[in-house]
């Protein structure tokens, strides 16, 4: 990911991660705006290709085959990426509310949120009503459907699909081959499924051609898809659908694909819309009420143009889009845009051919299949194979995915505790300065640099003592308040793993140049997600300072008060006791893969989560249940830390490798030889592990190495408390923690730990 060095002035906000703004991404990252911050507001990481969706849903496709990366294409634009739902927008202060954010200022904003089927008030939903969009919640509902029939091939299943447009029926004709797929491999028969399409018409594609509209009405009958036309759903209840016809269908599940409809909140806003909601755009792609806001995709019409509700203008808009908003944002002249009035459409049978409409125009063949198949595939190379900025123009080469393209790659510093100065430094470093005495006039610390741990302690009267620790570290992601709460939770996490409560903080925050109004806008960003975790933690926040550099990063300093006797210390653990990891591991890994443009927006989404979870609730059901000796893992990897505490104890441990717990995707960036910068320095601890060349050709050894930013908690607990302490850590929400390994009695002092 590039550095910005020049200072921000303007922001460029773009609502929704719709195919006009995946491609705008693309082209903002060939060509930056100086000074234009671009920001990217979206509920996924990760989105689906409408044109590979009826593929996904007949199993021909992976998600990874038909998912546009969302968070590497911010990346590669140098776009902050906030990952929330629009609800709202402020056209009198210029900014776009969210759902669970503070409001995100703009100069300029575009909206690319696309569309959802319209359900009726009053429909009733006496049974799981699914509609095809958002696509990311269908897929999640079709896939518990497909589990469920694999599960119990017996089992009659009847499925309704509403809607008999082009989508309602590429779907129909698509689940019903993954259905048929899944009962022939269990040798079962396709009698007790029943697929249904209902179309309000009298004819289904009602768009197309009498030539395709006839040629899948025969498909549908020759597939024994029934098909009920002139038939409106009046009512959706237990096991049945009730049409205003009087029609009845026994039913299990229904599928909504009916005309597009658009969220309230656009037009609550002030824009001007249409009398569906949809927002009216001039020629230029320019609100007709609001001249600095812009709209593509299906939440857009073109008042002077207007055009069918399909992905293949989403796509054509994109270009002048981007040359639009340069232009607005440049004070140039604005060019109109007329899109075509006929496209051509391919459709799929879901049985490897495809069907080709062109205005009166049909024609059905097994190769459309595959040309079709090409053009999508080509489509989502050209936006998750992202070009390497780094080298000269005119060799600008999409990036590798292959192990071997990292030895290529420039060196590049992790954010995060990836960071970080490595252990032996450290301990080096320590070891030199013990030399200086404390000053005498000042009382030693109760833990401090003599003995250290995950927190300096200082007493202050026999029941009372301060805890202090501090962190500071570069942003890992281009999301000032997400990175906000991460680097809170990381901070307080060594208040915590001492045992002792929170009572204050003092913050440090490094911002990107920019004029006055930008950098408080960034600054009130990153402090209110930091304060969202300060104040949840029962901690006040008491100062701080700020400076300008070329990169955001951001630290507190945090106090927590104790008794003295209940503090839990990296010392204590005894010979017998579980070894309790509180969180899985391997943002070290993601991160790293993430500034290599390597790493899958849904990989991140669960390292995200995890270091936006507290440590606070952990440490509770770990007291509760004897815990003793306890640490943090961060900086230095799990193997790094648990020696730390096999050091101070006559103890030592064996670790059972495959009970570790894993992020999504670690174990792929690892074997693919993507690592943190600080990984080389912490694997140099495996010269303490007695039987690692047993081990390390296990593709999950380096990341006991890997470096955590935020961890989860690493504690000793009687064993024979383990698996009620395990229950209470999954109740609370920690859903990776396990028991990892044992403490057992010294053995060789050099080789204390041995992997199972």
């Not at 056209?91 to 009726?120: E, M, W, Y």
């Not at 079709?372 to 595939?377: L, M, S, W």
Request: glycine residues 8%.
């Amino acid at each position: 990911m590039k550095t910005r060095v020049e200072p921000i002035t303007t922001d460029l906000v773009l609502v929704g991660g719709g195919h006009s703004h995946a491609l705008a991404l693309r082209m903002f990252g060939m060509n930056p705006l100086p000074g234009v911050r671009l920001t990217l507001v979206t509920e996924a990481s990760e989105t689906t290709y409408s044109g590979m969706l009826p593929g996904r849903v007949a199993g021909f496709y992976s998600d990874e085959d038909c998912h546009i990366n969302l968070f590497g294409l911010a990346d590669f634009a140098q776009a902050q990426f906030y990952q929330d739902r629009a609800i709202g927008l402020d056209l009198a202060n210029k900014q776009v509310i969210c759902a669970h954010r503070p409001p995100v200022a703009f100069d300029v904003v575009s909206i690319d949120i696309g569309s959802t089927p319209h359900i009726p008030e009053g429909l009733g939903f006496g049974m799981p009503v699914i509609p095809a969009k958002p696509v990311t919640q269908f897929l999640h509902q079709w896939d518990a459907i497909a589990a469920q029939v694999h599960a119990n091939p017996t089992q009659p299943l009847r499925l309704a699909i509403v809607g008999g447009g082009a989508g309602g029926v590429e779907l129909a004709l698509n689940l019903q081959r993954r259905l048929h797929d899944i009962l022939t491999a269990a040798q079962q028969s396709v009698a007790g499924l029943n697929i249904y399409l209902i179309h309000r018409g009298d004819q289904v594609l009602p768009r197309h051609n009498p030539w395709v509209r006839d040629r899948f009405q025969q498909i549908l009958r020759q597939r024994n898809i029934q098909v009920y036309l002139n038939e409106t759903v009046n009512t959706v209840e237990p096991q049945v659908i009730r049409c205003a016809s009087g029609l009845e269908l026994p039913c299990d599940f229904v599928m909504w694909v009916t005309q597009a409809s658009a969220p309230d909140w656009p037009a609550k806003a002030g824009l001007a819309t249409d009398a569906q909601g949809f927002i009216q755009v001039q020629d230029t792609l320019q609100s007709c009420s609001h001249p600095w806001v812009f709209a593509a995709g299906d939440i857009a019409v073109q008042v002077n143009h207007p055009r069918p509700k399909a992905g293949v203008f989403a796509v054509r808009q994109a270009k002048p889009l981007v040359e639009n908003l340069r232009r607005y944002l440049q004070g140039r002249s604005l060019q109109p845009y007329h899109p075509p009035k006929h496209y051509l459409s391919l459709i799929g049978t879901g049985q490897s051919t495809a069907i080709a409409a062109w205005n009166g125009w049909g024609w059905e063949a097994a190769w459309l299949w595959h040309w079709k198949e090409h053009i999508d595939r080509r489509f989502m190379r050209r936006l998750n194979q992202l070009p390497d900025m780094t080298a000269p123009m005119g060799d600008r080469s999409t990036r590798e995915t292959s192990p071997s393209s990292t030895k290529n790659l420039p060196k590049m510093y992790c954010a995060g505790c990836g960071s970080k100065v490595g252990s032996s430094v450290l301990e080096r470093v320590l070891q030199r300065i013990q030399t200086e005495s404390y000053n005498p006039e000042t009382a030693a610390p109760l833990i401090g640099l003599a003995q250290p741990d995950d927190a300096a302690v200082i007493q202050v009267s026999a029941d009372s003592a301060i805890v202090q620790t501090v962190d500071y570290f570069t942003a890992l992601m281009n999301d000032p308040y997400t990175f906000g709460q991460i680097a809170a939770n990381h901070a307080l996490s060594d208040v915590f793993a001492m045992g002792a409560t929170p009572h204050s903080a003092l913050a440090i925050a490094t911002l990107p140049h920019g004029t006055p109004r930008k950098l408080e806008e960034t600054l009130y960003q990153l402090m209110s997600g930091a304060l969202t975790v300060v104040h949840s933690a029962g901690a006040t926040l008491i100062g701080g300072h700020t400076l300008e550099s070329n990169e955001l990063a951001f630290g507190l300093t945090c106090n927590g008060l104790i008794n003295p006797e209940q503090l839990l210390r990296k010392s204590g653990s005894q010979p017998g006791q579980a070894l309790i990891l509180t969180k899985a591991i391997g943002t070290g890994t993601l991160f790293a893969a993430k500034m290599q443009g390597r790493a899958r927006g849904w990989w991140l989404d669960g390292a995200i989560q995890s270091m936006q979870q507290s440590n606070q609730a952990a440490v509770q059901c770990l007291q509760q249940h004897g815990a003793i000796a306890c640490t943090d893992v961060t900086g230095f990897g799990l193997v790094g830390h648990l020696l730390e505490m096999l050091r101070v104890a006559p103890i030592a441990a064996e670790l059972e490798l495959a009970a570790i717990p894993l992020l999504p995707g670690a174990l792929r960036t690892i074997e693919q030889g993507i690592f943190s910068s600080l990984q080389h320095q912490n694997q140099q601890a495996a010269q303490f592990i007695a039987n690692q060349a047993q081990f390390s050709d296990r593709p999950e050894f380096p990341l006991l190495f890997d470096p955590q930013t935020a961890g989860g908690l690493l504690a000793t607990v009687p064993t024979a408390q383990a698996s009620a302490c395990l229950a209470a850590l999954r109740q609370a929400g920690y859903s990776h923690s396990a028991v990892i390994g044992f403490t057992v009695p010294p053995r060789d002092s050099t080789h204390p730990l041995i992997l199972t």
